[in-house]
Every structure is written in C-alpha cells, then in structure tokens.
C-alpha cells in the first residue's frame, strides 16, 4: 500500500498570497495517477488536478501540479479568499487501494 | 445534469446493518468506475471500495468482508451494505464517479454525503 503524506499540516498565509502543498509517497505513483481535491467544511470534495498537472473543469488557472514519481506538489499562485480550505492528495495508481493523504489546511493569516 | 445523490444513512447499533445507496443521474452508473469514500468526524478522507465498468470490486482492509458494494444498471443506483457495524465507521459517506487510471481522471463527481452513527 502506497501512503501518502502531505505536508505543512496546516499553512498559514494571506489573500494575495502564493500557497506551495506537497504531498510525498511512500513508493513512486505509477503513470503519475495522482489526484488533488478541495474541501470546505460541511462540503463534499472537489476535483481539483488529475495526473498530476492536468486542471479539471471549470478549476482556475491560480492552481497548478506538479511533480512525478514519489514527490508532488499543489501550488496556488495568488489566494483568493474562496482557497481558503483542506485540500488532499489522493493516488490511484495502486490499484485498488485508492489512497488519500491526511490533508493540508489552508488559513487566512 | 451529472449529480449522485446519497441515501440510507442514520444511527444504528453497533453489530447492525444498513445500506446506503447513490442514485445516479446524467451517465450510466454500470459504464463508469464508482466509489465509496468516508469522513469520520474532524479526520480526513478514507477510500473504502470500489466497483469497475466490468464489475470487479474491490475494498479497503478495515471494511473487506463487512461492507459490499453492489450497483443496479436498471434504477441507475450504487449501493453500500455494511455488515456487522462498528462504532469506528461513525463517519460520512460520500459516493464518487471514479477515479478511472484508463483517462488517468480523480474522482470528478460527488455526491453531498449521508451520515452513518454507530453508538448504542
């Protein structure tokens, strides 16, 4: 089983800033199979990036990822309030274990 | 419209059972990979099963040989039926469409969540 960590555990930053997430596996994600989503509380998850680098629709272009084999990376160029959140990464290259990292939280500073 | 929309949950006792199910509106629920995916109370994310196009299903280790996934191609439906309960599966349970390696695609559809409470 492929685990996922994700670090900070929380990030602390301002409107206007630029947000760096990583989220490291424990053996390398085969095909990049790896996911980002948002999550805001009382919501369900949001698709957010799909193969690494690849934005799904209607996902602002703020947001990027990057990285293959074991190491990756979200990044948000300039934070707009609505960023503000839990987002996780999540690999899909294990079949079937399908698995998530524990989060990084997103707060206004 | 794309939409899954989650049912079934409540408050059981512990050693129950319950079913939850995810109707599926906008594609065929029985040509896509679908999923189940719980959120226990203040934790992250947690994939629990999974149901290819062709059938195969597949599951976590904490919920292999209690939960079952199952699909209905004639009501458009998922379903999750969770055996022998624990009060650890207090959690919310989301239906998802994917994730599918052959378009290398997440999990691009979610349902909005059904709460399962197990507690006597």
């Known amino acids: 089983e492929i685990v996922l960590t994700q670090s900070p555990g929380t990030l602390s930053l301002s409107p206007g800033e630029r947000a760096t997430l990583s989220c490291r596996a424990s053996q390398s994600v085969g095909s990049n199979f790896l996911a980002w989503y948002q999550q805001k509380p009382g919501q369900a998850p949001r698709l957010l990036i799909s193969g690494a680098s690849s934005r799904a629709t209607g996902i602002p272009d703020r947001f990027s990822g990057s990285g293959s084999g074991t190491d990756f990376t979200l990044t948000i160029s300039r934070l707009e309030p609505e960023d503000f959140a839990v987002y996780y990464c999540?690999?899909?290259?294990?079949?079937?274990?399908?698995?998530f990292g524990q989060g990084t939280k997103l707060e206004i500073k | 419209e794309v939409q899954l929309v989650e049912s079934g949950g409540g408050l059981m006792k512990p050693g129950g059972s319950l079913s939850l199910s995810c109707e599926v509106s906008g594609f065929i629920v029985s040509s896509n990979y679908m999923s189940w995916v719980r959120q226990a109370p203040g934790k992250g994310l947690e994939w629990l099963s999974v149901?290819?196009?062709?059938?195969?299903?597949y599951y976590a280790d904490s919920v292999r040989g209690r939960f079952t996934i199952s699909r209905d191609h004639s009501n458009n439906t998922l379903y999750l039926q969770m055996n022998n309960l624990r009060a650890e599966d207090t959690a919310v349970y989301y239906c998802a469409r994917g994730p599918t390696r052959v378009i290398n695609l997440g999990m691009d559809v979610w349902g909005q969540g059904t709460t399962v409470t197990v507690s006597s």
């Open positions: 999540q690999q899909y290259g294990s079949s079937p274990l399908y698995t």
């Open positions: 149901i290819y196009s062709g059938g195969r299903t």
